[in-house]
């Protein structure tokens, strides 16, 4: 063999130890996730956990997770990362924000991900609850994949219901129920309160969130589900939703008045100094694991029937993320989604897991059997709704709860709140109402 021809040979053997040598092996696709931590507990920690985990099992994606505060928060510094050409592969995003992303252009559809797996739209929606298709399906084709979904519910204090009388194996059901153990249980020293009946949380996204639990279990609509520019905000079933809120405060003086944050509202329950609240099942696990004392969890009071919205977020791949970032991030909400993951944070979390088949998991059935509160979310989703979604969701939101602070805090009345509120979001819906009425076909 000539010489020449051995150095031939010896680089190609060179050249193809290299290529299968660690040092030279093709480097993972890069990719991140935006997450918010929208509610008590220990996510961030939960989150690590999660990712740690896929990236163990999945050597060829390196994912790493980007904590980004509120799910407004989350929303806003998706948006700045995309403006900046920098977005996030994948996000967990408020689920009813997706409709306005739509709207603007700054989420994928999934179609053709779900296409390639060879599945259709409605087979791959089919293994999440029904109630959950309204905030991840719009115009038929899918935009976000439920990833950990919420419906508020009723926590109470048992031993401060039999101290009051009250019987904590029967937890209110109806408002006047409601309203009057709220009362029973409030406790004054002179003109000091010394344990408030209730406590509700009132703060942006969480407050619009419960008056719409209350408007729902009033009879009532809060937007039309078909149209993102129509919000019911001064009905009568909203206004009656608000004023007994706002009783439970002037009427009852079961209530502390002004607004209060959710992270204040749950420091209250857990140290006695609120005998129940509403809250979000994304708090059951932390409650569970803080509470000294025994504790129940109920359905949302009823007025004239039992409904609520659904919460919490779902995954989405915003605009611009293509290729190999785009085919990783598709794995990975894959894998966050399915049976396992979604029963593992769901224990983890107190957050319902949207896959249907987590709960025929031995996991799952062994975890409800010593846990059965975390069922009662699960049970109320035979009466859930989607989540508020319109135009400029966040913007028409707040429209009204800067209303419902004011009322709280005693600036105004439920009734004028509500017209104002009525106003203001008409005015931010209107390039939207402008656009779509020019479409509408002449007479």
């Known amino acids: 063999m000539t010489s020449t021809r051995r150095s031939i040979l010896g680089a190609a053997a060179l050249a193809a130890a290299l290529a299968f040598s660690p040092a030279f092996a093709q480097a993972p696709t890069e990719i991140e996730l935006f997450f918010p931590v929208p509610v008590d507990g220990q996510l961030a920690r939960d989150m690590a956990t999660m990712i740690k985990q896929f990236n163990e099992t999945h050597p060829a994606i390196k994912a790493t997770p980007v904590y980004t505060g509120s799910y407004d928060e989350t929303l806003i510094k998706t948006r700045a990362a995309m403006k900046a050409g920098k977005p996030p592969a994948a996000a967990i995003m408020s689920a009813n924000f997706l409709l306005d992303l739509k709207i603007e252009g700054e989420i994928q559809k999934l179609d053709d991900l779900i296409k390639t797996d060879g599945k259709s739209n409605d087979a791959f929606m089919g293994q999440f609850f029904p109630a959950l298709y309204g905030n991840a399906v719009i115009d038929r084709s899918v935009y976000g994949v439920p990833f950990h979904n919420s419906t508020p519910i009723l926590y109470i204090n048992a031993e401060h219901f039999k101290e ?57 609509r809060w937007f039309n589900l078909d149209y993102a520019g129509e919000v019911y905000y001064d009905a009568p079933s909203t206004l009656g939703a608000l004023t007994f809120w706002n009783d439970l405060v002037v009427k009852q003086k079961a209530l502390q008045p002004g607004v209060q944050q959710g992270g204040a509202v749950t420091t209250a329950f857990l140290s006695g100094q609120a005998s129940m609240m509403l809250n979000s099942t994304g708090s059951l696990t932390f409650v569970r694991n803080n509470a000294k004392f025994p504790f129940k969890v109920a359905f949302v009071p009823k007025n004239l029937q039992n409904q609520v919205p659904i919460g919490g977020a779902s995954l989405v791949i915003p605009t611009g993320v293509d290729g190999e970032r785009k085919r990783a991030a598709w794995t990975l909400i894959n894998w966050m989604t399915s049976p396992e993951k979604s029963g593992w944070w769901s224990r983890a979390t107190g957050y319902f897991a949207p896959n249907m088949r987590a709960y025929d998991l031995p996991d799952m059935r062994a975890f409800l059997e010593k846990n059965p509160d975390a069922k009662v979310a699960v049970d109320q989703l035979a009466y859930a709704k989607p989540w508020f979604a319109t135009y400029k969701t966040v913007v028409v939101r707040k429209a009204i709860e800067d209303e419902l602070q004011a009322v709280l805090s005693g600036k105004k009345q439920p009734k004028e709140a509500l017209v104002a509120a009525q106003k203001t979001a008409d005015e931010v819906m209107k390039p939207y109402v402008e656009q779509t009425a020019l479409k509408l076909p002449t007479q």
């Open 164 to 220: 009051a009388g009250l019987d904590p194996e029967n937890p209110p059901r109806t408002w006047d129920e409601f309203a009057a153990a709220a009362k029973k249980l409030t406790k004054r020293e002179g003109d000091r309160v010394t344990r408030w009946g209730v406590a509700i949380p009132s703060q942006y996204d969480t407050g619009g969130w419960l008056l719409q639990a209350l408007t729902y279990s009033n009879g009532g």
